[in-house]
């Protein structure tokens, strides 16, 4: 796939838009942005998003290309915005071995073991929540949701019980509107907001690891795990370590999580047939006693649903990185210094993977057949190769919680008279927020 010379190979198709802003504004607000040229130009074509010439790309085989260069031709690189917000010491944006090295100290709060002891508290969470909403009868869920994975991020990362009334939340809140802007630093924008924001939660998050330092129970939270992480050589994080990874895990925790949960009540709420499904598999089990970690491995059509959700509507549309080495794709040059981009969305619309790929339908994950085995980084809603989503496994656990309990206890029903278009923005959404009926059963 690469060539001695590809500077002599044509630029993929495409146009860089306005100067300066190039097609950042299609780009942030319309879903079907990579889509509508892709249709246009192929499947790789260049723009130019957030002050950046950009190449994107879809399809299985160019996901295999780009994770299979990973610290080769490409590195990990996000917007200006977002390297600002989540800051150098992010495991998300490092690379080579320093990027190896703290991956494996954070995987160690990742672990069967680790998450097998968040099984409970995720529970009682999700269940104060549903009882909650239940007296309400009718909501715009969306926000609720938001508040709910807070919670949970807050108490099983840092230990703070109902994070989502606290300061903490609402200079989170000013901090995520900034993820994805223009990385213009005045007071009045978003991202001037989000720099602030992030000054004071960083304070914040040092005052509790502090804290939590000088206690003689570190806890078994993820912060506790992590700072009593050690690798190889017997190191651990720094608080400056600390502080930025904390800070990554609670918008991982927080902002993709809020869209896979409303995604899942949004597409079982349209298809009665899938929800009756849910629920005749959850009365293999029962409800007086506690949930546990193998009973949530042996809920299958529920993890086939689940799948399907994120393949519909993944919550991040995809990944940046850089070109460090120039190479070439399809016969396009990819130069050196541009940047390109995998994409989620695009790739779990190949209709040679996925049959009638706009439509929701568990059953093409049954495991005997599970479509997305057809062709390699055909299903990436966590992303891929060295790269994968590290916390994806307490995903999973989160989403499948909430589910098995929403559709075993309760029914849910979209109110008329609302928009159900799926927006962008730092995670895809409903437009308006997802009006509700539930009660119980």
Known sequence: MTTNKPEKLPLPPGKFGLPFLGETLSFLRDRSFAEKRHQQYGEIFKSSILGKPTIFLQGSEANQFIFSNENKNFVVSWPPSTQALLGSLSLALQSGETHKK???ILYQAFQPRALTGYVSAMEQITQNYLEKWAQQQTLTWYPELRNYTLDIACKLLVGIDRGSQTKLARLFETWCQGIFTVALPLPWTKFGRAKQARKLLLAEIETIIRQRQQQSDRGNDTLGLLIEARDEDGNSLSIAELKDQVLLLLFTGHET?????ASFCFLVAQHPEVRAKIRSEQQKFSSAAPLTFDQLKQMTYLEQV??????LIP???????????PCQFQGYQIPQGWKILYQ??????????????KQFDPDRFNPEHSQSKTKTFSYIPFGGGIRECIGKEFARLEIKIF?????????????????LRIVSGTTTHPH????FHLKVL
Do not use: C, M
């Not at 999580?257 to 949960?261: F, G, V, Y």
């Not at 589910?403 to 928009?419: I, K, M, S």
């Open 344 to 357: 989620t969305y695009q790739t779990h619309l190949d209709a040679s993977v996925y049959t009638q790929p």
């Open 306 to 311: 689940l799948q399907e959700v994120l393949r």
């Open 315 to 325: 919550p991040a549309s995809g990944g940046f990185r850089k070109v460090i080495n």
């Open 403 to 419: 589910a098995a309990l929403l559709a075993r206890d309760y029914e849910w029903e979209l109110l008329p008279n609302q928009n």
């Open 257 to 261: 999580l809020t869209s896979a949960i």
């Open 432 to 435: 308006d927020g997802l009006q």
């Open 102 to 104: 703290s991956r494996k």
